[in-house]
């Protein structure tokens, strides 16, 4: 039998929600995470650092017995974010971050950042008490292609912030193209990258080829099977620069079975077992763990963790849905196999 044992995972982008679904989102990420980076994008929006610790406080209400999972907080950003409220946030320990959502961009982000050059002087707090920008990298204007998008971001947003900000630790969220790998790969070494696993495992073919799949519907979307070998290339390519945020992004099964459905894939039941079998594919799975437990601790400037799990090649049969809050969701392989088990 197949197994592999590596240092215990964490998941630097994950969506947990609020209220009912918190008990079982939370139940999943504490299978074997040892820390998440949880989004703050709720309704309303976590922008305070009192909210951000009330919302940790209901994440560590739910926990499972005798689990150690620890959230990492975020606040969001809009126009008025004040940069003292980040020296606040950052001197509690248990905000490391803030998040950019471009106004519109994606799930809960109207309230977001209109103009990245309004929240300048937060940068500027951002970058003197060593707080990470977590950055959602799309543009937003009506005229720009969605497949183009994140490329936009790229090419008229971000290379100002990277300039102008030299020592701010940016961290390109959840990126689906070529030109994003280009970008981070040839940044400083203050700019890093998330990859999830559905972007590795999947092209917009497995979104609308044959018919519309809902499910497979996330932002930024999938692109083109060209771009998803680049970042299967860069996530095992034993680059620091580029490290496990599954973007787990629950809605309800109607919410996205519907004539306008949400951005969002659920991956929390099976994260590292998916990413397990892209690198595998991929014949890299020597490179799994330095992605999933050691560059996005190393790049958060937190230790890594001590402990270690193991996965077992061995297939189990996903459920066709997943309690959610009292009403239910359709995970990532609904009904389908995966081949790695983590014991
Ligand atoms: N990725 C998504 O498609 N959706 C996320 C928001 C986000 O991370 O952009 C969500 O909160 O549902
Ligand atoms: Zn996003
Ligand atoms: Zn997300």
Redesign the pocket.
Known sequence: MTTLTITRPDDW?L?L?DGEQLKDTVRDASRYLGRALI?P?LVPPATTTEMALAYRERILAVRPQGSRFEPLMSLYLTDNTDPQEVRKAKATGKIVACKL?PAG?????DSGVTDVKNIYPVLAAMQETGTLLLV?G?VTDSRIDIFDREKAFIDTVLPDVVRDFPDLKIVL??ITTEHAVNFVEQAGDNVAATI?AHHLLFNRNHMLAGGIRPHY????ILKRNTHQQALVRAATSGSKKFFMGT?S???FQHRKEAACG????YTSHAAVELYAEAFEEAGALDKLEAFTSHYGPDFYGLPRNEDRITLVKESWVVGETLPLGGDQLVPIRAGEAIHWTVR
């Open positions: 982008h969506h929600r989004m994008n959502y961009a994606t799930t809960n982000s959602h799309e969220e959840h999830t519907y996330c932002l930024p973007d992004a629950p809605h949400c951005a969002g894939a």
